[in-house]
């Protein structure tokens, strides 16, 4: 009994690791799934159980499979079926398969449309790496604007308002690393010798 009390209690930490990758809020997501704001904040923080009504329309909601949400036993099967998911018009192909710490994923943006606020910003918890693998993205940081192109990589803490945009004219496509709990990711590169 207690390895089926483990699974339920990493079903709440996996569902607000997706809900906050992908960018909703729990008041949009009780929207997409009629379940209540204190319900799915009760789920998030493992004061509700998780039951089969509860996850069948988040798992549909997230385009997960149920056994993603409920870390379902290995099949035996070693390869990683990793599914790529559409929200807010971006493709992201999730590239590590563990929800809780350090993510990776590539994502591709397609242009922003104008009639689309690229100044409305966002905060949340955590810390994101970004490298442009192509095309250009367009990161407004605070106050300062900046226009990323091919190889170039930003990192910054996401409680720094921010809005992460494509200003065209193609796709752009970024490999990014995020951690949920602030998780800063360390680049070392050697000083030059002098």
């Not at 704001?37 to 549909?60: M, N």
């Not at 018009?89 to 590539?106: C, E, N, W």
Request: aromatic residues 4%; glycine residues 10%; contains cysteine.
């Amino acid at each position: 009994m207690a390895d089926l009390d483990d699974v339920l209690t990493a079903v709440g930490p996996r569902l607000k690791s997706l809900r906050i990758e992908r960018g909703t809020t729990l008041t949009q997501l009780a929207e997409s799934t009629g379940i209540s704001v204190s319900t799915l904040s009760r789920l998030e923080s493992g004061q509700r159980k998780p039951t089969l009504e509860l996850l069948l329309p988040l798992a549909r909601a997230h385009q997960v499979q149920l056994d993603e949400l409920v870390g379902a036993p290995a099949t035996g099967d070693p390869r990683v079926h990793m599914k790529p998911y559409t929200a807010h018009g971006r493709t992201t192909i999730p590239l590590s398969q563990h929800l809780g710490g350090l993510r990776a994923y590539k994502q591709i943006i397609p242009p922003t449309p104008a009639s689309v606020d690229v100044t409305e910003l966002r905060v949340h918890e955590g810390y994101e790496w970004m490298y442009v693998l192509s095309g250009r993205v367009r990161l407004i940081l605070g106050e300062h604007d900046f226009v990323l192109g091919v190889g170039e990589v930003v990192e910054f803490d996401c409680r720094t308002p921010h809005s992460i945009s494509n200003p065209g004219p193609a796709a752009a496509e970024v490999l990014a690393l995020f951690g949920p709990q602030g998780e800063r990711i360390h680049v070392r590169a050697r000083p030059a010798s002098g």
